[in-house]
């Protein structure tokens, strides 16, 4: 795991100081208590070593130790130090569970906290992060890296902090019985450590191409189940299960690799630790027998040897899934350092007078800084009338009114609601003016009911939601579905038809109340009868109110007070109907090419 990765998701876990303190404390004392064991055994070896040599195991006269005024015999001395390594493991046992279970808590917190702070920077991300981004890629940012995450912290933090006091305690140990034996054990370290390395890196590497080909096959399952449709159409399923194919088997390669570099690492360790156990049990036998060590300092030692080798062949198992959340944490962090909207200002401006007049001033936008796609936008839309926005496909009639609601800022000029400058009010006042109608219906996975209330935080009554309905001809629909208004939209919507659903979300609108309406072919998707319908309940609902209607069909928009004809992004002309007709011009020419 890179150290950038590692110290960002550290300063989410050093949010909980007092917490972390205490585990760590704990996780010290259980280590503590642990450590004390091998050195405590080792006196009964050397009990029994003296016992069967000396052949005076019930002897009277034999005081081997003396407590308080009580003396033991050498069998007196083995049952009190059981019973100290009875009480020993118990203590060590309760404060490495204490210690184990705080760390679990403290890895669920975190995980909490870094997925709050992606949904939260969701919300402040400009859109062009989603257009460049398939949602399956994102989702397995925010589900499968956030979980491999979750992985190694939970099964990792314990075992990292008491391994490293293992290792500590137990070279502490080892140099008070006999320097010459600790220096076995620590020089095979470094041979532990150059065995491994260039595994762990390999296995690294193929961990953070699984993650990002794991994004690309998320995105691309996504991409194919949203077009069912259309790939069944076209007859394109052999072609998509070969792209699937050859994804999966991509991932698979990676995966295997990434395994299987993690998984020799063990080994590699255990082999390594295994040879300095032996040289120490060599060296030590030697010395006991020379009389330069007691035959339970050779045990005690010897044990001591082999569990200081297994803090290292920890952290060698913990190799693989580090680095995977390694690279997890790399797409993590770089969804959360992922350019955000300029921020609202701490005390936005409201607008004294509410009424929908709306303004652009020399305005010039482009995706690009330095390739504008408008030039000199300037308009004027007074408080009531209807303005429609018509021209070719990708002439700039959404990206109007993206940069009318601020889903996109603007490189140049200025645009005002009601007199205000949209960049000096928060986005959450400015959109609160608006309702919006979009050829692409969406709903959500809830009641009809909850769906037609998503549209304002104000409490709705029922018969305000009925009211909605019937004036856009859905309440007849709706009556005669299980369950009614509180019929459970399944998700998309998909258990409705595609003009039910455009019905759903105009009335939607209405009941939004909003002073200016935003319309995006919005009778596109019903038939001619119900289409005429909903022209007449939206003739009544714009009466007063300011509204853009984004139009491809130029018969519903010939009432309109002000038709904007954009194309390249610049608004080439403008007036009503009769004007641009009289005119002659490109609309004029589109206009008489629906009917010609």
């Known amino acids: 795991m890179k150290s950038g990765v590692l110290k960002r998701i550290l300063s989410y876990v050093g949010k909980y100081k007092g917490q972390l303190t205490c585990a760590i404390i704990c996780g010290l ?66 404060f490495s569970m204490i210690s184990n279970n705080l760390f679990a808590r403290i890895s669920a917190k975190t995980v909490r906290d870094i997925r709050s702070d ?54 502490v140990m080892m140099l008070t019985i006999n320097g010459w034996l600790t220096l076995v054990a620590i020089a095979m370290v470094p041979v532990t450590m150059l065995a491994s390395g260039s595994i762990i890196k390999l296995s690294s590497k193929n961990y953070n191409m699984q993650q990002n080909l794991l994004g690309d096959l998320n995105g691309y399952v996504e991409e194919m189940f949203d077009g069912q449709n259309v790939v069944s159409s076209f007859n394109y399923q052999e072609k998509a299960k070969k792209g699937f194919y050859e994804i999966n088997d991509n991932l698979q390669s990676k995966a295997k690799k990434a395994e299987g570099y993690a998984g020799s690492v063990m080994p590699v360790t255990q082999a390594v630790n295994n040879i300095g156990y032996a040289i120490s049990a060599l060296i030590g036998c030697m010395m006991a027998l020379s009389g330069t060590i007691s035959i339970g300092n050779v045990q005690s030692i010897i044990q001591y040897t082999k569990s200081f080798s297994q803090p290292f062949t920890t952290f060698a198992q913990m190799s693989g899934q580090l680095s995977a959340a390694g690279a997890a944490g790399k797409r993590v962090f770089e969804l959360l350092d992922a350019e955000e909207e300029i921020p609202d200002p701490e005390k936005g401006e409201i607008p004294t007078v509410t009424d929908g007049a709306v303004t652009f001033e020399h305005v010039q936008f482009g995706y690009l800084p330095d390739k504008l796609l408008m030039q000199d ?36 000029g200025k645009i005002t609601v009601d007199g205000v400058d949209t960049t000096k009010m928060t986005r959450h006042e400015l959109r609160k003016h608006f309702g919006m109608v979009l050829q692409d219906t969406w709903l959500f996975e809830g009641t009809i009911k909850d ?11 029922d018969e305000e939601i009925k009211k909605a309905a019937e004036s856009v001809c859905a309440d007849s ?75 491809h069909r130029l018969s519903t928009i010939r009432d309109a007070d002000m038709i904007l004809y954009m194309e390249n992004g610049d608004i080439k002309e403008v007036g009503n109907h009769d004007q641009l007709m009289e005119l002659g011009g490109k609309y004029a020419v589109l206009y008489n090419s629906q009917f010609a």
């Open 118 to 171: 992606i949904d939260a920077k969701m919300h402040r991300m400009k859109l062009n992060y989603y257009d460049t981004r398939t949602n399956g890629e994102i989702l397995s940012v925010i589900t499968n890296d956030v979980d491999a995450i979750n992985t190694a912290l939970g099964k990792n933090m314990y075992n990292a902090v008491t391994q490293i006091f293992t290792a500590i305690g137990i070279l």
């Open 377 to 412: 936008v300037s308009i004027n839309v007074k408080s009531g009338q209807k303005c429609a926005i018509v021209g070719p496909t990708g002439a700039g009639k959404t990206t109007l009114i993206n940069l009318l609601m601020r889903f996109y800022e603007i490189n140049g």
């Open 451 to 461: 769906n037609l209330k998503y549209s304002t935080e104000r409490e709705v009554s």
């Open 477 to 551: 629909f709706i009556r005669t579905m299980p369950g009614g208004y509180d019929m459970v939209l399944s998700k998309g919507a998909e258990n409705i038809s595609q003009g039910q659903r455009q019905l759903l979300t105009i009335a939607r609108a209405i009941i939004a109340d909003p002073e200016i309406m935003i319309l995006d072919e919005a009778t596109s998707n019903v038939d001619a009868h119900t289409e005429q319908i909903i022209q007449d309940a939206m003739a009544t609902l714009m009466k007063g109110r300011t509204s853009f209607v984004i139009a």
């Open 29 to 94: 004392l259980g280590t503590i208590f642990t450590i004390l064991a091998p050195s405590i055994l080792g006196n009964i070896t050397t009990i029994l070593y003296e016992g069967i040599v000396d052949g005076d195991w019930f002897s009277q006269d034999d005081v081997y130790i003396s407590i308080g005024g009580y003396e033991l015999g050498k069998v007196g001395t083995i049952v009190l130090i059981m019973i100290i390594l009875v009480v020993l493991y118990v203590v060590a046992w309760i």
